[in-house]
């Protein structure tokens, strides 16, 4: 494996002093990517450390009341997404990033609410528990992204976001696109739906979240690697999330834990993605240090 420097997500960081300790153990070369839970206060308390360290931004960044929704047939969900994509923007180029990741939209023209707890609230609701397989984190079934709703939503969502990665390209930013895991209401799930994102406009890139894939590997029954092989060579995924999870057939899981945990298979997933150039993110909401000189070992 050639050397890549590992960038950690600031989604395990909730405060300055978790900053601080991170960088003092980590060396000042690290770098990061801004996380959607960060508010307008901890952004400027970390912009004097981390400035000139951000690779790239998960949007919305500052956070949101809500996750931006582009697939909405909501005029005012639409409008608010897209100032909050433009917000997004705007940090972006403050803290010098050239990524921003976008959870693109979802089956619904609601808004969808950025706290979990809510969201889990409103997808157990009655718009979409019918489509549900397993009601237990409201996970859909294999057929879920081919049914007409499914693919009207799609389609809206892709309209904008060509639209809006032009936007971005203009300011010298990249718009990613993030596969979601495989709950009713989500949309982008599969290698084959990233593959025809990856067509749909010259400057939208992909981010390849190999957690979010391993979930959807045991809801749509495809093979987990040859998954991760497919979307790679699209050449369009300019960014990774790395994290693991428990999920096992009948069982599905966004833990977001260590790469090592579960038995999550990341010393395979990391021979397959050291050479596709894609910045490669720690997104563990744990063990942020000891996530990332694991992560470094095996990269040098």
Do not use: W
């Amino acid at each position: 494996m050639k050397a890549i420097l590992p960038l950690t997500s600031l989604v395990a960081m909730r405060d300055i002093g978790e900053v601080i300790d991170f960088l003092d153990e980590a060396g000042k070369e690290v770098r990061f990517e801004l996380s959607y839970m960060m508010s307008p206060s901890f952004l400027d308390e970390v912009e004097p450390l981390v400035k000139g360290r951000i690779d790239s931004v998960h949007a919305c960044c500052p956070a949101t009341e809500y996750f931006p929704n582009l697939a909405s047939g909501d005029s005012f969900v639409v409008a608010q997404s897209m100032r909050d994509m433009r917000s997004t923007l705007d940090t972006a180029l403050r803290f010098g990033a050239s990524i921003v990741v976008l959870h693109a939209g979802y089956v619904t023209d609601l808004a969808m609410p950025s706290d979990y707890k809510i969201r889990s609230l409103l997808l157990a609701g009655e718009e979409f528990s019918a489509e549900a397989r397993f009601k237990d984190g409201s996970i859909c079934g294999p057929d879920y992204n081919r049914g007409p709703k499914y693919l009207l939503f799609a389609a809206r969502a892709k309209e904008r976001l060509a639209e809006l990665a032009g936007v971005y390209a203009g300011k010298g930013v990249r718009l990613a696109v993030e596969n979601l895991n495989p709950r009713v209401g989500y949309l982008f799930h599969t290698p084959d739906e990233m593959v025809k994102l990856s067509r749909l406009q010259p400057n939208l890139g992909l981010c390849l979240d190999v957690g979010h894939l391993f979930i959807c590997s045991y809801a749509y029954g495809f093979d987990f690697l040859e998954g991760i092989r497919t979307i790679i060579a699209t050449k369009k995924v300019l960014t990774c999330h790395l994290h693991g999870n428990s999920s096992a057939p009948g069982l599905f899981r966004d833990d977001h834990h260590s790469l090592d945990k579960h038995g999550f298979p990341f010393a395979e997933v990391l021979a397959i993605l050291a050479d596709s150039g894609a910045n490669l993110v720690l997104e563990t909401v744990e063990e942020p240090l000891r996530n990332h000189r694991m992560l470094r070992d095996m990269l040098m």
